[in-house]
């Protein structure tokens, strides 16, 4: 009856397994985070060309407002410093980011090196069956060899 295969770092093989899917799960939240500042960015910027056009639109006007005129100038100017604020935290989370790429590669790599050992084991477990096989097929070949040899001395007294 062959042996079961047991591998004895399996709890281990899980351990690195949820390492990194938590690391997998961080770097897909930044990447996000990431995304959602872009967005940002962009409706930002669509609605600063719209203000500008309206401002352009105003200032060739024969009515001038310049109370409005200034709300929009100065919206525009609120507008572009939350920008650059966002880009002060879009270069931090790259920065978090590359770590975080860092620290996935780091779990693969772990991970992976206990699935290689696993395979190997895994290997040498269906290696010694197999020379077990063979050791219990040659002995029944040795047996039946004898038993033969004995039954035809037998025959010939």
Known sequence: MPRRFEFRLQTLLRVRELREREAKRKLGAKLAQLAQLDALDRQAGQEIARQH???RTE???AYLDAA???RRRSWIAAVRRAMAE???LRAAYRGELHVL???LRAARMQR???EKLRERRWNEHIQAEARGEQAAADELAQQLHVFRGSARVGESA
């Open 86 to 88: 966002r880009e002060r």
């Open 59 to 61: 200032q060739a006007s």
């Open 68 to 70: 409005a005129i200034a």
């Open 101 to 103: 790429q860092d620290e």
């Open 112 to 114: 992976r090196i206990i």
């Open 53 to 55: 056009e309206r401002l």
